[in-house]
C-alpha cells in the first residue's frame, strides 16, 4: 500500500513503504511500471520510499500506475473536493460579509445624511 502524495497531468509521486532501502524492489517495480505504454521515466527515493512517474497524459494508463503502487486515487479526489467546497463556503462568507457591510455602510451614510439635514435646518431656522 502506497501514499498518494502529488499527481498532476504527466507525474504522479507515491510514496511505497515497501521500497525504503530496498533497492531489489524499487528496480523490479520500475522495469514493471516502464513496460506500461505511455510511462516515460520512473524515479525512485530509496531514503522516503518515494516514487516520481512521468508519464503522457493521455497515453498512458494511470489507473494501472496507481494500482501497481498501491494508490487510491480517491481519496485525494474526495479531498480536493472537499477543499473545493470549503473553498467555496469561505468565499460565500466574505460576500455575504461585505454584502452586510454595504448595507450598514449605506444605513450609517443615510443617517449620517439626515442628521446633517436636519441640524442644518435646524442651524438655518435659529439663524433666520
Known amino acids: 500500500m502506497s501514499n498518494h502524495v502529488h499527481h498532476v497531468p504527466g507525474r504522479l509521486r507515491a510514496r511505497v513503504p515497501d521500497l525504503k532501502g530496498c533497492p531489489a ?4 517495480l520500475r522495469s514493471t511500471l516502464t513496460a506500461i505504454h505511455g ?4 524515479e525512485f527515493r530509496p531514503l522516503t520510499g518515494s516514487v516520481i512517474v512521468y508519464y ?13 503502487l498501491g494508490c487510491d486515487r480517491t481519496v ?3 479531498a480536493a473536493q472537499l477543499i473545493h467546497s ?5 468565499l460565500a462568507r466574505i460576500h455575504s ?3 452586510a457591510a454595504k448595507i450598514v455602510r449605506a444605513a450609517l451614510h443615510m443617517a449620517a445624511d439626515k ?3 436636519r441640524a ?7 439663524v433666520l
Open 120 to 126: 442644518f435646518s435646524l442651524l438655518l431656522a435659529a
Open 56 to 68: 503522457q497524459d493521455g497515453v498512458a494508463d494511470i489507473d494501472a500506475v496507481s494500482r501497481l
Open 25 to 28: 524492489r524499487a528496480l523490479a
Open 115 to 117: 442628521a446633517t439635514e
Open 97 to 99: 460579509e461585505s454584502l
Open 86 to 90: 470549503q473553498q467555496v463556503i469561505a
Open 76 to 78: 485525494p479526489a474526495r
Open 39 to 42: 510511462v516515460t521515466q520512473v
